[in-house]
């Protein structure tokens, strides 16, 4: 299992990237400025998107696993090699999610907590209701976790 970082040719993995964020303008907002990592364990299990929001947080715009690489550890292994990558410039690591069953529980035993909601988020940017494990999500629920101690 490696990391890899993809400087070229992003639009490649929207297949994966579209698993975390459904519609494909949102995501060209940050790709092509943000920082692409994918997993390769004999083959693409997961990518993940960073960016600098400046301030010393550090934000993870997308993460995605494929969907038959899921409950193996990929997301969390993600989340811990980023932590890793960046602790030395970074502060804070954030991620937006909405109030989905799936997601927060995730973020949260990954050891983010709770910091802000921005109220109407989804509805707001989406141009088509995002419905996750039966809860339409609304409100874009942002988590933070420390970098450095």
């Known amino acids: 299992m490696h990391f890899e970082k993809i400087t070229e040719n992003k639009k490649r993995f929207l297949p994966l990237l579209l698993i975390a964020d459904e519609q494909e303008d949102m995501i060209d907002r940050y790709l092509e400025h943000g920082t692409l990592y994918v997993l390769n364990d004999d083959g693409v299990k997961a990518v993940c998107v960073v960016t600098d929001e400046g301030n010393g947080v550090l934000e993870i715009k997308n993460l995605a696993v494929d969907a038959l690489s899921r409950n193996k550890g990929y997301g969390k292994k ?6 890793k990558t960046y602790a030395a410039s970074f502060s804070i690591l954030r991620v937006g ?6 997601t927060l529980p995730f973020y949260e035993k990954c050891g ?3 910091a802000y909601t921005v109220k109407n ?7 088509q209701p995002i419905i996750e494990a039966g809860v339409r999500l609304i409100d874009m629920i942002y988590l933070e976790k420390k970098l450095t101690d």
């Open 121 to 127: 988020f989804f509805t707001d940017n989406y141009k």
């Open 112 to 114: 983010f907590k709770k």
């Open 97 to 102: 999610t909405g109030d989905s069953p799936l």
């Open 78 to 83: 993600f989340i811990d090699f980023i932590g």
